[in-house]
């Protein structure tokens, strides 16, 4: 995908990776268009970006703003949109509100698969365009104590796989990216004491960000990005049992963390 002067949607441009992406796809020459609920944040990031940046203000949970969200977009002659907004929800099921489940499948599954929904007839008439889906390793190697988050974006892994198998004789190219975790506000405190404990790498931002906009000029449209997740990721495709037996020995951590998180 051919990134300068390329028109780009990016949700969650308010967030940690939001920020990162809008940086590095401004120095590839893009114009963007901004979107999230942070008015603040949004314009700060706008001011420091100079030219070619716009910014939209969107509740994805709201279907009417994800209808003005894919307007704007048509309006701005969008070819690439960037399903980057998501939350966390580290918890114990049981435990967990329905209001946190369902907010963490709202945002994360149910609103990159309506607004891609909504842009699609739009993306298709242009001569190249492209989906982006940021989910998470946790997509291809499910955790305890992030099942709603899990199934989120292990569904945003099988959206991006169906849609770029139904999208072949198209223009448009889907890609999926599953991060391992990053240094961002995403992860609450009891999150960050978890990946402490269990020797978790958090990457920075800055680094995802110019991982996916390098891999945005080729061909390969799926990536897990970071050593080991990327091999325990593929081993889970192989045969989950063999992740079951070393989560469960992280699991009384687990557990033990999640209930502080709730104290
Ligand atoms: N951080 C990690 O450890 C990690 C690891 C793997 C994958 N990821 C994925 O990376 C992506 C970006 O996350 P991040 O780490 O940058 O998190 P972040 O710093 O918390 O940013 C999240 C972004 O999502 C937006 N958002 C949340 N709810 C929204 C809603 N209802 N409507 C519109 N926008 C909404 C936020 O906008 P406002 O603040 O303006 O509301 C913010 O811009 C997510 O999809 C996440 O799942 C993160």
Redesign the pocket.
Known sequence: MQLNGAHVVL?????????ALAHALHAEGAQLLL????AG??GALRTSLGANAQVLL?????PA?IERVATEAANFGADLLI??????GYGLLAQQPWAVID?VL???LI?PIRLTHTMLPHLVRKPAAAVVM?????GSLPFAGFAA?SSA?AGLRGFSQALRRELADTPVEVFYF??????????SPA?RRLNATLGNT?DA?EQVARRIVQSLHGTRYEHHLGFPERLFSWINGLNPRWIDRGVAAKLSAIKRIASEERA
């Open positions: 949700t969650g441009a308010s967030g940690g990776l939001g920020i979107c999230g609920r942070d944040r949004l969107a509740d994805l949970t709201q703003d399903n980057n907004a998501g939350i966390s907010a709202q945002i994360n609103a940021v989910g998470s390793i946790f988050y974006k599953a991060p391992r975790a990053i240094d961002t506000a995403l992860n999150a958090q931002p």
